[in-house]
């Protein structure tokens, strides 16, 4: 994140030596009196976050919007950026990120995908009944003919 805005972003960071020992030190803590999940999720923040600062591991997820969509978090601030939103808006991100012009943007994803309207399962079934209500009609029709006709 640093290196890109500024070639000399090592340069300006003070003691970057001490900075990195103490994120691998963070990385690897195993203290017991943390619960379990806890030490795991903060080592695997921390190994995330020594490779993107000694420049050895790139982010690149793929966040599926729609069928037709996906999001690309590139950088930590736009991984950052994702996980503040979806703590904030919860279960409804998704629907935040096909819809909501203001998320969009801020995501560099531009105006939402026309829709192609499909039809659900209610429509398809409410069509077949029809059908077979008019396939019933015609043969019961059908049959009243043939009744006279019978010696």
Do not use: C
């Not at 806890?38 to 000694?54: C, G, P, W, Y």
């Not at 966040?63 to 994702?82: C, F, G, M, R």
């Amino acid at each position: 994140m640093g290196r890109d805005d500024d070639p000399e972003f090592e340069d300006s960071v003070e003691d970057f030596e001490s900075l990195i020992e103490d994120i691998d030190n963070l990385s690897t803590d195993g203290a017991k009196f943390r619960a379990k999940r806890d030490r795991k999720v903060q080592r695997a923040s921390f190994r995330e976050i020594l490779a993107m600062v000694t420049g050895e591991g790139e982010i690149a997820e793929q966040v599926k919007i729609s069928p037709q969509e996906n999001l690309t978090l590139s950088s930590w601030s736009d991984k950052v950026l994702y996980a503040a939103l979806k703590e904030i808006l919860g279960s409804s991100t998704s629907l935040h990120l096909q819809q909501n012009l203001f998320v969009r943007e801020i995501f560099g994803l531009g105006a939402p995908p026309l829709k192609i309207e499909k039809r659900t399962k209610a429509e398809k079934t409410g069509n077949k009944r029809k059908m077979n209500a008019a396939y019933q009609k015609a043969r019961q029709r059908n049959m009243l003919k043939m009744r006279d006709k019978r010696m």
